[in-house]
């Protein structure tokens, strides 16, 4: 009998643990509606690179027998780089011109024997051309001579190295980058979804990974006529201020602004559902639609219908209705 009594005891207690516990406000969790800028803007990455600048490469394949210019130093237009192995090319200039200067000396012959009619008027024509065919030759291996210097193509700083001497190099490679430290600019790369919204002039906002937490500007300042079909991008050049901290090569994401509020009403995204928000007053929550504006992976901007400072149920269990009292999370 005693062992019934205590078993009836406990599912009483039980029973009366489970209906509190059913009868509990819900518990959640509050954010407060704070006021700030928020913006729409295009989304874009990139890298930074001088508005005067260009990759030089070898005209032909070859070994590099020395190099004429260090990273830093200032060149000018012609000027020398580096020298490659031309022992080849110098033998046949100079077989090609020995063939010139006997074509030279038959054609006179000829036009001697043709003076005393020993010879005929053809031969001499066909030793005239042959002599200007065996010129032209020679003059074109001598030409050739000088695609084994690597000259600069404009004046400038040698902004980049990769030349060293032994290296057999190709057209393809870029031995030096020559041209400017400054003005920089970004070369970005924007979707063409989004293309048609950017205009020159447009104010950019900037993150590198090398200056983390720190915003830089930008403006927008050529965007290129023809698109990617590939990459089915825009190139978009951004031109950077003077005292830019940005360095040659980095890369950077950008954020081209096409609209700005400063003194917005933003909430996190998990506040709004639905167009409402619910917003806790005292210890109940009632409902409230809201006008949603720009929309960010960290906040949402309020238009109308709510003001910074009111208290926002973050993720709203569903169910939840308007007076209904509620539990605050710490």
């Known amino acids: ?185 970004v070369t970005a790369e924007v979707d063409e979804e989004d293309i048609a919204q950017v205009r020159e002039g447009q104010r950019v906002l900037l993150r590198a990974d090398a200056f983390p937490g720190q915003v830089l500007t930008a403006t927008v300042g050529q965007i290129t006529p023809k698109g990617d079909a590939t990459r089915k991008a825009y190139r978009v050049r951004l031109a950077l201020p003077d005292d830019t901290p940005l360095m040659i090569g980095m890369t950077v994401e950008a954020n081209i602004v096409l609209h700005q509020t400063d003194n917005a009403v933003l909430v996190p995204p998990a506040a709004v559902r639905d167009g409402r928000v619910f917003v806790v007053q005292g210890e109940a929550v009632q409902p409230r639609p809201v006008e949603v504006g720009v929309q960010g992976p960290r906040a949402v901007e309020i238009r109308r219908g709510l003001h910074p400072g009111e208290a926002v149920v973050l993720d709203p269990p569903p169910g939840l209705v308007a007076g209904q009292a509620v539990r605050i999370r710490p």
Do not use: K
Request: aromatic share 4%.
């Open 1 to 185: 009998m005693r062992r019934r009594l205590i078993l009836a005891v406990l599912i009483v207690c039980a029973a009366a643990g489970g209906w509190a516990w059913w009868t509990l406000p819900p518990a959640v969790t509050l954010a407060l509606a704070t006021s700030g800028p928020a913006l729409r803007a295009v989304y874009a990455t990139g890298s930074v690179e001088p508005i005067h600048w260009a990759r030089v490469g070898p005209a032909v394949r070859a070994r590099i027998t020395e190099v004429l210019a260090e990273e830093g130093s200032r060149v000018a237009e012609g000027q020398p780089l580096a020298r490659l192995d031309n022992r080849e090319a110098v033998h046949r200039a100079e077989e090609t011109e020995a063939r010139a200067r006997f074509a030279q000396e038959d054609l006179a012959r000829i036009r001697t024997l043709v003076t005393r009619d020993i010879a005929a008027r053809a031969t001499l024509d066909r030793a005239e051309a042959e002599a200007r065919a065996v010129r032209a030759v020679a003059e074109a291996a001598q030409r050739r001579l000088d695609d084994y210097i690597v000259r600069a193509p404009a004046d400038g700083i040698v902004l980049r190295r990769d030349a060293e001497v032994g290296e057999v190099v190709d057209t393809p490679a870029s031995l030096f980058w020559i041209g400017e430290p400054r003005p920089l600019r």
